[in-house]
């Protein structure tokens, strides 16, 4: 079944550091999700990318899905404590399932 | 548009118990997941509905579990006979129409209903 491992699983970083977050798949992904998510609160959609070498960008936020699309990545730039929270990244159901599956997050902690 | 709605967002109970969540989807939503989250982990599917329809259903989905949409509209996930094991964070989304079978957009999320098995 398809894996989707992300790295680093936790991250500190000084306001105004840029940082990025990395979400490998073990298959290739027909649709790659970011999700961002506070403590104790549910997922709160960030982008979504579909085609290899797919860009978006939202204020800060910059997603990018590979040519081969088994990996993307998360770019924040000049964080802030905002920014701080849990990124899950989650992919599309394949054939023969209905299901999105989730990776295991990244925490991430943005100091003042 | 209020959102995915999920009550309670607080339960806890003794093991033994029998506890029911309920997901209110977007309203023009046809479809609906519920997931389980626990600390340190991403969501684990659970099951998916169409309409009133349950389609499919995780290995994670024991028996003690039960899913229903009735009417197509609000679900419930009960959990009988709780176990310590049962402690987690239960998740329910939900999507919009899409035309063909396989849904391809935006979960959204509801805040979730996090359960505490003493």
């Known amino acids: 079944s398809q894996e989707l491992e992300q790295s680093p699983q936790s991250l500190i970083v000084q306001e105004g550091k840029n940082l990025t977050i990395n979400c490998t798949s073990s298959?290739?992904?027909?649709?790659l999700y970011w999700y961002k998510q506070k403590y104790g609160e549910g997922l709160i959609f960030l982008m979504m990318?579909?085609?290899?070498?797919e860009e978006k960008s939202h204020e800060k936020i910059t997603a990018k899905l590979d040519e081969k699309k088994q990996q993307s990545s998360l770019h924040i730039t000049a964080s802030q404590p905002s920014h701080a929270g849990i990124y899950l990244c989650?992919?599309?159901?394949?054939?023969?399932?209905?299901?999105?599956?989730f990776g295991t997050g990244t925490r991430l902690k943005v100091l003042a | 548009d209020t959102g995915v709605s999920q009550d309670p967002r607080h339960k806890i109970t003794k093991r033994g118990q029998n506890v029911t969540f309920r997901c209110d989807p977007i309203?023009?939503?046809?479809?609906l997941y519920w997931y389980r989250q626990t600390l340190g982990q991403g969501p684990e599917f659970l099951t998916y509905?169409?309409?009133?329809?349950?389609?499919?259903k995780s290995r994670l989905l024991s028996d003690r579990f039960s899913a229903e949409r009735p009417k197509g509209s609000f679900s419930t996930l009960e959990i009988q006979r709780t176990e310590q094991g049962d402690s987690a964070m239960y998740l329910c989304?939900?999507?919009?129409?899409?035309?063909?079978?396989?849904?391809?957009?935006?979960?959204?999320f509801g805040e979730g209903s996090r359960l505490t098995v003493l």
């Open positions: 989650g992919a599309g159901p394949r054939s023969g399932t209905y299901k999105y599956i």
């Open positions: 298959k290739t992904l027909y649709g």
């Open positions: 990318l579909q085609k290899g070498g």
């Open positions: 309203s023009e939503h046809n479809r």
């Open positions: 509905f169409q309409n009133e329809a349950q389609l499919e």
């Open positions: 989304a939900s999507i919009e129409r899409l035309a063909g079978q396989v849904p391809t957009g935006e979960l959204f």
